[in-house]
T-cell receptor, first 113, second 112 residues
């Protein structure tokens, strides 16, 4: 595709609900990253995939967060039992390989009430 | 550890120059620079790799001092479109695959 796309763009969840955020990377990009960006802050790394393999999940804040990329293309970030502190913009980025420039999607703004 | 950016904010008149700095306490493999406008995705500007390789937009220049673990982004003859928040993201030299560690950002306002 022309760029990284994410859906939904906005999500409002009640505390305790589960949410799933989708990322469609640029076609052919091997590497895929998820970041969390709080208001007024820089993006914070969550997890990294190389094709379908999740090589680093050290940034996931708790075991309520789970990410997958089963076919090495589309990725889903799932948050179980959402809490208010999960409210943030979730950014997805892809690149040809790690250590290359990353292209970001528009993000999903999650608000947990 | 998060890189430190300076200044936190800068206001310029159109046509003036600016320098944004990024400093890390860790040995770095690369430094990436992005600009983000309010409500939008970060946009890639420049990547600087250990060893001197650089890749980025023609109108943007940057430097990477590997010994000091510092990078600077140079914005010359600024235009209104340069307004936004600038982030540096770093990858350390420890190897392995991981994402970028971003600074807190530098807010740049260009006035006509």
């Amino acid at each position: 595709g022309a760029g990284v796309s994410q859906s939904p763009r906005y999500k409002v969840a009640k505390r305790g609900q589960d949410v799933a955020l989708r990322c469609d990377p640029i076609s052919g990009h091997v590497s895929l990253f998820w970041y969390q960006q709080a208001l007024g802050q820089g993006p914070e790394f969550l997890t990294y995939f190389q094709n379908e393999a999740q090589l680093d999940k050290s940034g996931l804040p708790s075991d309520r967060f789970f990410a997958e990329r089963p076919e090495g293309s589309v990725s889903t970030l799932k948050i179980q039992r959402t809490q208010q502190e999960d409210s943030a913009v979730y950014l997805c980025a892809s690149s040809w390989e790690s250590y290359n420039e990353q292209f970001f999607g528009p993000g999903t703004r999650l608000t947990v009430l | 550890q998060q890189p430190v950016q300076s200044p936190q904010a800068v206001i310029l008149r159109e046509g003036e120059d600016a320098v944004i700095n990024c400093s890390s306490s860790k040995a770095l493999y690369s430094v990436h620079w992005y600009r983000q406008k309010h409500g939008e995705a970060p946009v890639f500007l420049m990547i600087l790799l250990k060893g001197g390789e650089q890749k980025g937009h023609e109108k943007i220049s940057a430097s990477f001092n590997e010994k000091k673990q510092q990078s600077s982004l140079y914005l010359t003859a600024s235009q209104l479109s340069y307004s936004g928040t600038y982030f540096c993201g770093t990858e350390d030299s420890g190897g392995g695959a991981d994402g970028l560690t971003f600074g807190k950002g530098t807010h740049l306002i260009i006035q006509p």
